[in-house]
């Protein structure tokens, strides 16, 4: 006698996955083990993904954290969270072969900054501390030219210099509102503040968190595919939590999901971080299978259409 699997409604969430900028970063490893040979070294992991770590390493590129891990005779690439202006020079001292996999998006952050400090403001940066993206912008000026925002309570409590121009960006990878909750907490006290043109959180993670608000209602469980380290997609899960589903949660892949927790699942929304490949998508889908009687939803919020080119030596 079998046993019938229970029903499960899969409302597969997209936007999802792979963003232009990771794509890119990607692509300009693979390119660079292609033209040069293995092994190329990456500072930081280019991206933050073990699945894609992992399988660039296998390819032979070599993950390290600073510049004095690097040969003199090998290339080295930048990763696509940008690092502070003090990198490249010391490359350049050592007269090393690097190529800058930054996303556009974030040098677009760092060209910001340097027009409000040209314009001698004093800059306000929404983001997290340590994050990589953070780091390097803060490391595109001189110390004390920009002072970190992370909570609304620190933009309540911030004292900037007194009788200068303010101006504000931010990380690329936030929450959507609790980004507009800290950007409404500085107005209120700086009225005159600059800001930018556009918002700086970039369209990927905006749309993905649209995405998943859309897909939670009636959902009885989330799942976001994506690593720990990860910003956008630890920022999936909390936007799941916040639009109403408790019971969301973060996993690399299958191996990190918990089915006992989802035994009584009958509807999940699956999404993934803009650095997880969509391989890892499928492979959970196919567990779900194993456990679940499975019908697949795709849910589909906004087509993307951003691309990127690589660096001109890159190029085909």
């Not at 969270?81 to 556009?104: F, M, N, Q, W």
């Not at 009788?163 to 931010?170: A, D, F």
């Not at 369209?203 to 209602?217: D, E, F, G, S, W």
């Not at 996993?251 to 035994?263: F, K, M, R, Y």
């Amino acid at each position: 006698m079998t046993s019938e699997k229970p029903p499960l409604t899969i409302r597969l969430v997209g936007p999802r996955g792979f963003c232009a900028g990771v794509v890119r970063a990607i692509r300009i490893v693979e390119a660079a083990l292609e033209r040069y040979g293995a092994p190329v070294y990456v500072r930081h992991e280019i991206v933050h993904n073990r699945f894609v770590v992992k399988t660039l390493e296998e390819k032979g590129a070599v993950f390290v954290e600073e510049l004095d891990e690097v040969p003199d005779d090998a290339p080295v690439i930048f990763s696509a969270h940008g690092v502070p202006k003090s990198v490249p020079e010391e490359a350049g001292r050592r007269e090393l072969h690097y190529i800058d996999a930054t996303c556009p998006l974030v040098s677009k952050i760092h060209r910001e900054a340097e027009r409000h400090f040209a314009a001698k403001r004093h800059i306000f940066l929404i983001g997290h501390d340590g994050h990589p993206e953070v780091v390097g912008t803060i490391g595109q000026l001189p110390p004390g030219a920009i002072a970190l925002i992370q909570t609304v309570e620190d933009a309540q409590q911030v004292e900037p210099p007194p009788g200068r121009e303010l101006s504000y960006v931010t990380q690329t990878t936030l929450s959507v509102d609790d980004t507009a909750d800290i950007i409404g907490a500085l107005r209120l006290r700086f009225p005159d503040m600059h800001e930018p043109k556009r918002e700086d959180i970039c369209y990927a993670t905006t749309n993905r968190q649209a995405a998943i608000k859309a897909a939670v209602p009636g959902a009885d469980a989330v799942i976001v595919i994506g690593s720990q380290n990860s910003s956008n997609s630890n920022r999936l899960v909390e936007v799941a939590k916040a639009a109403g589903c408790s019971r969301a949660l973060l996993a690399d892949g299958v191996a990190e999901i918990d089915w006992d927790a989802l035994a009584d699942t009958r509807i999940l929304a699956i999404t993934a971080g803009a650095s997880a490949p969509e391989a890892l998508v499928e492979d959970v889908v196919q567990a779900c299978r194993e456990h679940f009687d499975v019908t697949l939803e795709n849910w589909i919020d906004t087509l993307e259409t951003v691309k990127f080119k690589l660096p001109r030596e890159l190029a085909v």
